[in-house]
């Protein structure tokens, strides 16, 4: 049985020079326009019960996809078949009426989600209670904070199991223990049979969630397959794009001075490595490579390599250099260029975003002498190893065992 | 004839997010407000105060052949408050799409239940005022009778019209958006080319037969015909009105089935 069966989809936009050419179009006086393709030949089914993860960069037609097939946006041709009732989290901010309450902005987006008034009073209380937001149910929307929103957004359009649900990043913007009450609902839901179309930036949710991934690129299905091999696709196709965006951030931060140093040495880039591919995304408990390049101006006899990882809000987790290590260094030649190679067998930060802050100073601290320091050389993320979800920035093995207790 | 009924069965599977709709909206007016649902009433009472003094006792204005002191104020409400509503539904119905596009482009829901919650609204505005009125009529002795109920075709009519009208050009509004300052305009000069304030009898002969074209022409007369001289309306002339109405409803239908998916892009 197929639940989500999409066959020659294509959406096109009409773009005229000026209003009123689109005038003397209707008028029967010529064609005007010129079409804009968000969409083209996107076919893919997708099973009852399957969960869906669609990848891909901003504005490559992903958003448009979900509205064509959620009935907000009329395809220009082929077709959508549902196989039952639909659910979708689209965008931040559901509508709700400032001036009205939790309660009374509930009813409403329920009505308009096309549930009875019988079903929306049988599960009020469970809706309010999922959202949590005590008093505030019964205070004015206005006084929400985005979190809020979100939260009872979701807790209202997930008050009935819809047999597809499609939900869109909306579910960024709540904080981390009601990220993990949504996926956890979705979870149940997709037990129950739900098929599940989910968009997100963030591998780490379409790894631990979807079965599936479908990476959208330039309005069509680029690559469709299991979740791990197609964001290493993805990965690879916006590693360029990363590249850019850091050497971009380079020269603004050498303007900034963020990068500070004698310049006596120079680190010339740094990238994790995995399997010998360059990438910005690590798996918790895999192994992973930092590779620092590095080059001299004069020959250096004494210097020390260290390295930072901090976490989003800026609090070091880890750090170390070649000087604790009690690594030997190797003296450098002027104008040549080194690969310094930090190995971890095991990566045990979990699942977040990081930055990475690479030094380059004499031996003992960089107060003796800083040759180059560098502020979040590299941004990366680490997603969640496979089947095991843990929160913190640290990923630590772990084993469980319950069994009787003597008396 | 199916697709009709399923619309229809749609719109009543949605009665409750429509009366919700047109509940929200009052409420929403006067929340926060010390006096509520006074200001519902308060507005239309000072428009008749108003022209009852100004026109009635301060410039002692006459309609031809009446002698009560309340003649020329009730011949002036009975025109304006049907014209009013009018007004508010065509001009509502022009943003239909526009002011709506929040919703329409988070949730798939039948559109037909933007313009019933349009029709309503504003249907609650004129029978609030028009109660007023209806008061006003009894306390001073004018109740015109059960001849009263004539005005329902005559407004079902009238709403049949402006609904049909404003969606159209609530249609072509998404694409030119000079449609909505047109609007207002135009009914500026309609307000003065309908008589409202001035009987169609006291125009000069040759003026007549251009102001006859106009559809509003005969449905303000008719109101004036009912409510001044409780006598029943000329039904004949009101073919300016229906047909114009029932053609309006066939193209907005047209229009919106051949534009929907661009109003989806556009909006």
């Given at each position: 049985?197929?639940?989500?069966?999409?066959?020659?989809?294509?959406?096109?936009?009409?773009e005229?020079?000026?209003p009123?050419?689109?005038?003397?179009?209707?008028?029967?006086?010529?064609?005007?326009h010129?079409?804009?393709?968000?969409?083209?030949?996107?076919d893919?089914?997708?099973?009852?019960?399957?969960?869906?993860?669609?990848?891909?960069?901003?504005?490559?037609?992903?958003s448009?996809?979900?509205?064509?097939?959620t009935?907000?946006?009329?395809?220009s041709?082929?077709?959508?078949?549902?196989?039952?009732?639909?659910?979708?989290?689209?965008?931040?901010?559901?509508?709700?009426?400032?001036?009205?309450?939790?309660?009374?902005?509930?009813?409403?987006?329920?009505?308009?989600?096309?549930?009875?008034?019988?079903?929306?009073?049988?599960?009020?209380?469970?809706?309010?209670?999922?959202?949590?937001?005590?008093?505030?149910?019964?205070?004015?929307?206005?006084?929400?904070?985005?979190?809020?929103?979100?939260?009872?957004?979701?807790?209202?359009?997930?008050?009935i199991?819809?047999?597809?649900?499609?939900?869109?990043?909306?579910?960024?913007?709540?904080?981390?223990?009601?990220?993990?009450?949504?996926?956890?609902?979705?979870?149940?839901?997709?037990?129950?049979?739900?098929?599940?179309?989910f968009?997100?930036?963030?591998?780490?949710?379409?790894?631990?969630?979807?079965?599936?991934?479908?990476?959208?690129?330039?309005?069509?299905?680029?690559?469709?397959?299991?979740?791990?091999?197609?964001?290493?696709?993805?990965?690879?196709?916006?590693?360029?794009?990363?590249a850019?965006a850091?050497?971009?951030?380079?020269?603004?931060?050498?303007?900034?001075?963020?990068?500070?140093?004698?310049?006596?040495?120079r680190?010339?880039?740094?990238?994790?490595?995995?399997?010998?591919?360059?990438?910005?995304?690590?798996?918790?408990?895999?192994?992973?490579?930092?590779?620092v390049?590095?080059?001299?101006?004069?020959?250096?006899?004494?210097?020390?390599?260290g390295?930072?990882?901090k976490?989003?809000?800026?609090?070091?987790?880890?750090?170390?250099?070649?000087h604790?290590l009690?690594?030997?260094?190797?003296?450098?030649?002027?104008?040549?260029?080194?690969?310094?190679?930090?190995?971890?067998?095991?990566?045990n930060?979990?699942?977040?975003?990081?930055?990475?802050?690479?030094?380059?100073h004499?031996?003992?601290?960089?107060?003796?002498?800083?040759?180059?320091?560098?502020?979040?050389?590299?941004?990366?993320?680490?997603?969640?190893?496979?089947?095991?979800?843990?929160?913190?920035?640290?990923?630590?093995?772990?084993?469980?065992?319950?069994?009787?207790?003597p008396? | 004839?199916?697709?009709?009924?399923?619309?229809?069965?749609?719109?009543?599977?949605?009665?409750?997010?429509?009366?919700?709709?047109?509940?929200?909206?009052?409420?929403?007016?006067?929340k926060?407000?010390?006096?509520?649902?006074?200001w519902?009433?308060?507005a239309?009472?000072?428009?008749?105060?108003?022209?009852?003094?100004?026109?009635?006792?301060?410039?002692?204005?006459r309609?031809?052949?009446?002698s009560?002191?309340?003649?020329?104020?009730?011949?002036?409400?009975?025109?304006?408050?049907?014209?009013q509503?009018?007004?508010?539904?065509?001009t509502r119905?022009?943003g239909?799409?526009?002011?709506?596009?929040?919703?329409?482009?988070?949730?798939n829901?039948?559109?037909?239940?933007?313009?019933?919650i349009?029709?309503?609204?504003?249907?609650?505005?004129?029978?609030?005022?028009?109660?007023?009125?209806?008061?006003?009529?009894?306390?001073?002795?004018?109740?015109?009778?059960w001849?009263?109920?004539?005005?329902?075709?005559?407004?079902?009519?009238?709403?049949?019209?402006?609904?049909?009208?404003?969606?159209?050009?609530?249609?072509?509004?998404?694409?030119?958006?000079?449609?909505?300052?047109?609007?207002?305009?135009?009914?500026?000069?309609?307000?003065?080319?309908?008589?409202?304030?001035?009987?169609?009898?006291?125009?000069?002969?040759?003026?007549?037969?251009?102001?006859?074209?106009?559809?509003?022409?005969?449905?303000?007369?008719?109101?004036?015909?009912?409510?001044?001289d409780?006598?029943?309306?000329?039904?004949?002339?009101?073919?300016?009105?229906?047909l114009?109405?029932?053609?309006?409803?066939?193209?907005?239908?047209?229009?919106?089935?051949?534009?929907?998916?661009?109003?989806?892009?556009?909006?």
């Open positions: 049985m197929a639940d989500l069966r999409i066959t020659g989809l294509g959406k096109s936009f009409r005229y020079p000026r009123s050419f689109r005038l003397l179009e209707w008028l029967g006086l010529g064609v005007w010129t079409e804009k393709w968000i969409l083209r030949e996107v893919f089914t997708i099973a009852s019960g399957e969960s869906v993860g669609i990848i891909g960069r901003n504005g490559a037609g992903k448009t996809l979900l509205k064509i097939i009935g907000v946006m009329a395809p041709c082929g077709s959508v078949h549902l196989g039952g009732r639909i659910s979708a989290l689209l965008e931040l901010g559901m509508g709700f009426h400032p001036e009205f309450t939790g309660r009374q902005n509930v009813f409403m987006q329920a009505y308009l989600q096309g549930l009875s008034h019988a079903q929306v009073n049988d599960r009020i209380d469970e809706i309010a209670a999922f959202a949590e937001l005590g008093d505030y149910f019964d205070k004015p929307a206005r006084i929400y904070s985005s979190g809020m929103q979100v939260r009872l957004a979701f807790s209202v359009a997930t008050a199991r819809p047999d597809i649900l499609i939900v869109d990043e909306a579910l960024a913007v709540g904080d981390a223990y009601f990220q993990y009450k949504c996926y956890d609902r979705i979870r149940q839901y997709r037990q129950a049979g739900t098929t599940l179309l968009v997100s930036h963030d591998p780490g949710a379409v790894k631990s969630l979807c079965d599936r991934a479908i990476l959208i690129e330039k309005g069509g299905v680029l690559k469709d397959g299991s979740p791990a091999d197609v964001l290493d696709f993805y990965n690879a196709l916006i590693v360029p794009e990363a850019q850091a050497h971009d951030e380079l020269r603004v931060d050498a303007g900034q001075g963020v990068r500070s140093g004698t310049g006596r040495m680190v010339r880039q740094v990238c994790w490595r995995v399997h010998d591919e360059i990438t910005t995304v690590l798996s918790a408990g895999a192994p992973a490579a930092l590779d390049l590095i080059e001299a101006a004069i020959p250096m006899q004494d210097y020390t390599v390295i930072l990882i976490d989003r809000l800026g609090n070091d987790v880890f750090g170390t250099n070649t604790h009690a690594s030997a260094v190797t003296p450098l030649e002027a104008g040549k260029t080194y690969l310094a190679r930090f190995s971890f067998p095991v990566l930060l979990g699942p977040s975003y990081y930055s990475l802050t690479v030094a380059l004499a031996s003992s601290n960089h107060l003796a002498g800083n040759y180059d320091w560098w502020e979040r050389a590299v941004t990366f993320q680490v997603v969640p190893a496979a089947g095991c979800h843990t929160i913190g920035v640290c990923h630590m093995p772990v084993d469980f065992e319950l069994e009787a207790a008396q | 004839m199916t697709s009709f009924m399923q619309e229809i069965k749609q719109l009543w599977h949605y009665r409750r997010f429509i009366a919700g709709s047109v509940v929200r909206e009052f409420r929403s007016r006067f926060r407000s010390l006096l509520g649902a006074l519902l009433l308060l239309p009472f000072a428009m008749i105060l108003i022209y009852t003094l100004i026109f009635s006792h301060v410039m002692q204005a309609v031809p052949g009446a009560q002191p309340y003649s020329y104020s009730i011949f002036i409400c009975a025109g304006l408050l049907p014209w509503w009018f007004s508010e539904l065509v119905n022009t239909l799409f526009l002011d709506n596009a929040s919703l329409i482009k988070k949730n829901f039948p559109r037909m239940v933007l313009p019933v349009n029709f309503l609204s504003s249907g609650v505005n004129f029978a609030l005022s028009w109660g007023i009125f209806c008061g006003f009529l009894l306390l001073s002795g004018a109740w015109p009778g001849i009263m109920l004539l005005i329902l075709p005559l407004l079902a009519l009238q709403a049949i019209f402006a609904s049909a009208l404003g969606f159209f050009l609530g249609v072509v509004n998404v694409f030119f958006r000079d449609v909505g300052n047109a609007v207002a305009l135009v009914f500026q000069f309609w307000f003065w080319l309908t008589p409202i304030v001035y009987s169609f009898k006291s125009l000069p002969a040759w003026l007549s037969p251009y102001l006859q074209m106009n559809p509003m022409t005969p449905l303000i007369t008719a109101y004036h015909a009912v409510i001044v409780a006598a029943p309306p000329d039904w004949a002339s009101l073919d300016v009105v229906a114009p109405a029932l053609g309006l409803l066939a193209l907005s239908t047209w229009v919106y089935r051949k534009a929907s998916a661009q109003i989806m892009d556009e909006i």
